[in-house]
């Protein structure tokens, strides 16, 4: 990963849900114990951004800082 590269980017899965991606660690990035996987297009894309904008570490967390709810669809 280059130095200008973003570390996080969303991802289509299979089942036409989205994730937010861990360039870095090659894997589904995590805020705190939640993996950031099935989500709806524009979930993923705000999560990916604050991600991004923050340069947030993926792995344990402050505990309640971010509150993801299941969405309808």
Same mark, same amino acid.
């Given at each position: 990963?280059?130095?200008?590269? &973003?570390?996080? @980017?969303?991802v289509?899965?299979?089942? +036409?849900r989205?994730?937010?991606? %861990?360039?870095? &660690? %090659? ?6 114990? *939640?993996? &950031?996987? +099935? /989500?709806?297009h ?7 951004? /604050? /991600?991004?904008?923050? +340069?947030? @570490?993926?792995?344990p967390?402050?505990? +309640? /800082? *971010? ?7």
């Amino acid at each position: 990963m280059s130095d200008g590269a &973003l570390r996080f @980017e969303c991802v289509m899965e299979p089942n +036409g849900r989205w994730m937010v991606w %861990d360039v870095r &660690l %090659d894997l589904p990035a995590q805020f705190s114990a *939640l993996a &950031l996987i +099935g /989500l709806c297009h524009d979930e993923a894309v705000s999560l990916c951004s /604050l /991600l991004n904008e923050t +340069g947030s @570490e993926t792995g344990p967390a402050e505990p +309640g /800082l *971010l509150m993801i709810a299941p969405t309808a669809g």
